[in-house]
């Protein structure tokens, strides 16, 4: 099957600071999502990236399918920010199902 | 805007006995997927369906069983419940089958066996 991987898997960062998560993912795929898993344990959707680039609010992402990775940047990090980050692929060899990333856990501190 | 709903948010049960996890999509949502979350893991996919139809299956245990009903909703049915059934069970839905549309998670179930 597919293989996500993800990296850094873990990221430290004051508040106010940039940071860049990248998600490499291993055959073509037609549907990419980034996920932040909030400390409560629900998984917030972030963007539906299969190509090109999105911008939502401080957080933007962009995916270039050809090279088979996708970045997701957030920008002037909060507190808020922290938790876990998965990329998720779909293709059509599985019809429907997302195949997740081991995630980036990120701690913003004050 | 509606979102992916689930009952019970919380769940506690002993070993051997049955839960039964509750999932209302986003209306006008006709396929459904079920996902499992271990501790300090990734999600799994366990299953979906589309139409009432099961759609894709992954690795859902024998013990598992689950159905989508006529109002779109659907059951995620376990019985014979191990402790390592303990984990955190999430729906999603979308507007069709297939990879081209976005999934949308619902808050999930957190089960705990003991």
């Known amino acids: 099957g597919i293989q996500v991987e993800q990296s850094p898997p873990d990221l430290i960062l004051q508040e106010g600071a940039n940071s860049t998560l990248r998600c490499n993912f291993s055959d073509s795929v037609n549907n990419l999502q980034w996920f932040h898993q909030n400390p409560w344990g629900q998984l917030i959707n972030l963007f539906y990236i299969p190509s090109g680039t999105k911008q939502n609010g401080r957080l933007s992402a962009t995916t270039v399918a050809t090279e088979r990775y996708s970045l997701l940047y957030i920008s002037s990090s909060q507190t808020t920010d922290s938790g876990v980050y998965f990329c998720a692929v779909g293709y059509t060899g599985t019809a429907s199902k997302l195949t997740f990333g081991t995630g980036t856990r990120l701690q913003v501190t004050l | 805007a509606a979102g992916v709903i689930q009952s019970p948010r919380h769940l506690i049960k002993e070993k051997r006995e049955t839960a039964t996890l509750k999932c209302y999509p986003i209306p006008r949502h006709d396929t459904v997927y079920w996902y499992q979350q271990g501790p300090g893991q990734d999600p799994q996919f366990l299953i979906s369906?589309?139409?009432?139809?099961?759609?894709d299956k992954g690795s859902i245990p024998d013990r598992f069983s689950a159905q989508q009903f006529s109002d779109y909703h659907s059951e995620l049915n376990m019985s014979s419940l191990e402790l390592g059934d303990s984990a955190l069970y999430f729906c999603?839905?979308?507007?069709?089958?297939?990879?081209?549309?976005?999934?949308?998670f619902g808050p999930g179930t957190r089960l705990t066996v003991t």
């Open positions: 999603a839905s979308s507007p069709s089958r297939g990879p081209f549309y976005e999934q949308y």
């Open positions: 369906f589309y139409e009432k139809m099961q759609s």
